[in-house]
C-alpha cells in the first residue's frame, strides 16, 4: 500500500476490504461488483497484496506475544510426519482465539474452461491441484491415506493432540507378527520331526502374509494417491458417461471438497494458525447462462459447507450476469429474477466505486511516464532531451498539482475504528432503537448487513469523514436502507443527480430524500414495466416510507456524505434507471413536440375554415341582392313597354 498521506481512494477501498476479510468467519461468498473491462483487474492484485501484508502483520504481532507459528518445511516436515502417523488433531479454545493467519490464494479464469461441458469441474479441480501444490503432494496422500479427521473439544485443559491408541496399537502388533511370521521362515529351528517343521512354515508364512498385505495394502493406497491427483480423479468422473448419470456423482466430488477442509483444519493446528483459502472467480461474463448458473450453484453445494476455510471472490460485472443469468433455462424458483439469484450467493457485497481524483491522477501520471520514451525516441543520445521535447517540464508541474492538491492533515477528534464498528453493531441490536425493525428475518441478510458495516467504518476513518456529524445509528441505518431498498435509493440518487446537473435549489442540501421520492414517485410509477426486477429487489414500500420520513429522515447532504463510503449498493441498478429515465424523458419531449405541432395545426385549419365561412357569408348575401336589383331592373322595363 502507498506510504501515508498518499494512498488514493483504491488503496483505502482494498485495505479496508483486507482487514474485513482478515476476521470474517468463513464460509464467506464476496461479490466483487465492478464494470466489465474496468480496472477490477488492478483492485483484485491490490486486495491480494493487501491480504499477504496484513496477514504477515496479524501474525508477527502474535508471535511477540504468544508462541511462534510452525512450518512445514525442514525439521518441520518430519514433526508434519510424526503427527499424521500417531496424533489425533483437535479442535481446542485456544485455537479458536488465534489471530494469526495465512492466505492460500487460487485464481480460477471461467474463460480458460469456457469450452468445457462442466464449467463448475473445471473450478474445482484448479482448487484441488493448488492446494496440492501448497501443502506438498506426499503430505495430502498420507494425510488422506492415514489422516484423521480434527475433533471439537472446547475444554480450557484439553490438549491438541491426542495419541491415537488404537492406530499404534494395530501397527505393533502389525509388525510383530511380520518380525515373527520372517522369523519362522527364514531363522532355522531345530526340530524332532519333519511335520513340526512344516507346521511352523506354514504359521510363518501365514504370519508373513497377513502382516506384509496389510503393509502393502497402505503403501500402494499411498502410491496411488500420489500418482494420481485429485484433478485426475475428479476428471475420470466428469467423463464417464455412466456415473456422470447416476445421483452419487455430486457425492464424490463433494467427498475431494471435505478431503481438503480437513486438510487445511489439520494443518491450522499444525502450524498453530488460521488457514484460509481465498478462491477468487473472473471471466464468468464471458460463458454461456448454463455454465455461468452451474457454477454458482458449485459454490452453494460444494463451497459453503459450515465451517469451510474457503472465501470465495466473484468478480463480476452484475449488468451483464444478471441478464445472462435470466436467459438461462435453469433458473427456477426465483421467479426469473437474476438479482435474487446473485444475492443468494454472495454474503458480501463490495460495489467498486467510481474512479477518485487521486487515483485518476495517480494513473495519468503512471501512462505519461511510461510513454516519454517512446515520444523523446529521436533525441534519446541528447542530454537535454527532456527540455527539448517538453516531456520533463509537464512531468515536474504534475508533481507539484500533485503536492499542491494535497489535502491537509485534519484535526479530528481521536475515535477508534473499533469503538465505532461496536457502536454501530450496537445500534442494529439495540431494543430501544427501532432499527432492528427494519432488519429482514433472513440470515443471510443479516449476514450482508453486518459484513458491510466494518467496511464502511473504516472507509469513513480513512476518508477522513467527521465521525461525530454522523451518528453510528445513522450508519447502520443507511447499510440497512441500501440492502432493503435498493431500487428506490438508486432512484432517488438519480434524481438527485439530475437536479444537481440542472442546476441546485437554494436549501436543496437540506432537503429530505423522502421528499424527493415523492416528487418523482409518479414517473418512477410509470416506468414499473421495464423496472419490474429491480423493484422486486426492494422490501415492503410502507415500511420504507415509515423509514425515510419518520425514523431516519435522510437529508440530501447527509446522503453526499455517506455515499463516499458505500460500498453494499449495486451501482449498475442507478446506472439502469438513468438509462430508463433519459428515454423516458426523451418520449415525454417527442410527445410534447408532436402536441404542439397538432395545436398548431388545428389552429391553422381552423383559421382556414374561419375565412372559407365567411366568403361563403358574404356571397350568399351579394348574390340574392343582384338577384332582386334585377328583378326590378326587369319589371322597371317591362313597365315602360306597357
Not at 495394502?217 to 458417461?241: A, D, G, R
Not at 445421483?247 to 475431494?256: D, I, L, S
Request: with cysteine; glycine share 4%.
Amino acid at each position: 500500500m502507498a506510504s501515508k498521506g498518499k494512498e488514493t481512494e483504491d488503496d483505502i477501498y482494498c485495505a479496508c476490504l483486507s482487514k474485513a476479510l482478515c476476521q470474517v468467519a468463513t464460509p464467506v461468498t464476496v461479490g466483487l461488483y465492478a464494470p466489465f473491462g474496468g480496472r477490477v483487474y488492478m483492485l483484485l492484485d491490490r486486495i491480494t497484496k493487501c491480504m499477504h501484508e496484513e496477514a504477515l502483520r496479524i501474525t508477527e504481532k502474535e508471535n511477540k506475544l504468544k508462541n511462534s507459528t510452525v512450518k512445514s518445511n525442514g525439521c518441520g516436515f518430519l514433526h508434519l510426519l510424526w503427527r499424521l502417523f500417531f496424533y489425533f488433531p483437535v479442535v481446542t479454545e485456544r485455537h479458536l482465539e488465534c489471530r494469526s493467519i495465512e492466505f492460500i490464494f487460487v485464481h480460477f479464469s471461467a474463460w480458460q474452461y469456457a469450452g468445457s461441458d462442466r464449467l463448475w469441474a473445471g473450478l474445482v479441480t484448479t482448487l484441488c491441484e493448488q492446494i496440492r501444490r501448497h501443502f506438498g503432494i506426499f503430505t495430502l496422500s498420507v494425510f488422506k491415506v492415514l489422516g484423521t479427521v480434527p475433533k471439537r473439544n472446547l475444554d480450557p485443559e484439553a490438549r491438541e493432540w491426542t495419541l491415537r491408541k488404537t492406530f499404534c496399537i494395530v501397527l505393533a502388533v502389525t509388525i510383530v507378527v511380520l518380525i515373527i511370521g520372517l522369523l519362522l521362515l527364514l531363522v532355522p529351528i531345530e526340530t524332532s520331526s519333519d511335520g513340526e517343521e512344516k507346521i511352523t512354515t506354514i504359521f510363518g508364512s501365514v504370519a508373513t502374509i497377513m502382516a506384509g498385505s496389510s503393509i502393502l495394502m497402505t503403501l500402494f493406497k499411498l502410491c496411488k494417491s500420489v500418482l494420481i491427483s485429485q484433478k485426475h480423479k475428479i476428471e475420470q468422473l466428469v467423463n464417464s458417461q455412466k456415473f456422470s448419470t447416476q445421483m452419487g456423482f455430486m457425492n464424490e466430488v463433494k467427498k475431494e471438497v471435505e478431503l481438503i477442509s480437513h486438510m487445511v483444519q489439520f494443518m491450522e493446528i499444525f502450524q498453530k494458525q488460521k488457514i484460509r483459502v481465498v478462491l477468487q472467480i473472473t471471466s464468468l461474463e464471458l460463458c454461456a447462462p448454463d455454465k455461468v448458473v452451474g457454477v454458482l450453484d458449485a459454490m452453494n453445494t460444494l463451497l459453503a459447507d459450515h465451517k469451510s476455510p474457503f472465501i470465495s471472490i466473484l468478480v463480476v460485472d452484475p449488468s451483464i450476469i444478471v441478464t445472462c443469468l435470466e436467459n438461462t433455462s435453469s433458473l427456477k424458483g426465483m421467479a426469473d429474477n437474476g438479482y435474487m439469484f446473485l444475492n443468494r450467493t454472495v454474503t458480501l457485497p463490495f460495489s467498486v466505486p467510481p474512479l477518485g481524483t487521486k487515483t485518476k491522477l495517480q494513473l495519468l501520471k503512471k501512462a505519461v511516464q511510461r510513454t516519454e520514451d517512446l515520444i523523446d525516441w529521436p533525441c534519446r543520445n541528447d542530454t537535454n532531451r527532456g527540455t527539448k521535447t517538453g516531456i520533463t517540464e509537464p512531468m515536474k508541474l504534475l508533481a507539484e498539482e500533485l503536492l499542491e492538491d494535497e489535502e491537509p492533515e485534519v484535526n479530528l477528534p481521536p475515535y477508534k475504528p473499533g469503538y465505532c464498528i461496536q457502536e454501530t453493531f450496537y445500534a442494529l441490536y439495540n431494543e430501544r432503537e427501532v432499527l432492528h425493525e427494519y432488519i429482514p428475518d433472513s440470515i443471510c441478510q443479516m449476514k450482508r448487513i453486518v459484513n458491510a458495516i466494518p467496511v464502511m467504518v473504516h472507509l469513513m476513518m480513512l476518508s477522513k469523514i467527521p465521525w461525530g456529524n454522523m451518528s453510528s445509528k445513522y450508519v447502520a441505518a443507511w447499510v440497512v436502507l441500501c440492502n432493503q431498498w435498493p431500487c428506490r435509493l438508486s432512484w432517488i440518487l438519480q434524481c438527485l443527480e439530475d437536479e444537481e446537473q440542472q442546476g441546485c435549489k437554494e436549501g436543496f442540501d437540506n432537503y429530505l430524500l423522502w421528499d424527493m421520492f415523492k416528487e418523482h414517485s409518479k414517473e418512477l410509477f410509470s416506468l414499473k414495466a421495464g423496472l419490474k426486477n429491480l423493484l422486486d429487489l426492494d422490501g415492503d414500500p410502507e415500511i420504507f416510507q415509515k423509514f425515510l420520513s419518520q425514523d431516519f429522515p435522510f437529508t440530501v447532504e447527509e446522503s453526499r456524505r455517506l455515499m463516499k463510503c458505500t460500498i453494499n449498493l449495486d451501482y449498475s441498478i442507478k446506472h439502469k434507471m438513468g438509462l430508463h429515465r433519459g428515454i423516458n424523458n426523451l418520449q415525454n419531449d417527442w410527445k410534447t413536440t408532436i402536441i404542439e405541432k397538432t395545436a398548431e395545426a388545428i389552429e391553422t385549419v381552423h383559421r382556414n375554415n374561419t375565412i372559407v365561412v365567411k366568403d361563403k357569408v358574404e356571397m350568399q348575401f351579394t348574390h340574392p341582392r343582384r338577384d332582386f336589383m334585377k328583378d326590378k331592373d326587369e319589371e322597371r322595363t317591362e313597365c315602360q313597354k306597357e
